[in-house]
């Protein structure tokens, strides 16, 4: 009889021992589904919050790019317009310099011939004295 008892000790314990092991895993499945939880709830929060500054800084770079092109935009019409301006009075200042080049340049054959005509009267002289 010994024996039996000692076998169903034996049993007792190891079923025992069994429940204690079930319910030990079932206690550390639900503190790692906590902590996978904590995680993801860590996790999500972290994802939203820098989704939020990468949203602000778009909206940052967005405006600040705007304001970029506006200012370009404005420089390039102050340089246009001064550009203008300057074509406006060079044109003002180039043009009767051009027109007096132009008589001066049309007047030059007319001065040039009547300077050579005694130079090329003497020439003649001589030329035909010597022949």
Known sequence: MDVR???TDAGYITVG???MGYQQAQARGRQLHDRVQATGDCVAGR???LQDRAASRGRSLDTRAREARERAEGTVTQTVSRVQDIASELTTRVEPVV???QATVGELPERVASAIEPVAARVRERFTSAA
Do not use: M
């Open 5 to 7: 008892k000692s076998l």
């Open 17 to 19: 021992l069994g429940v």
């Open 47 to 49: 994802a939203r919050a």
């Open 99 to 101: 027109v007096h080049v």
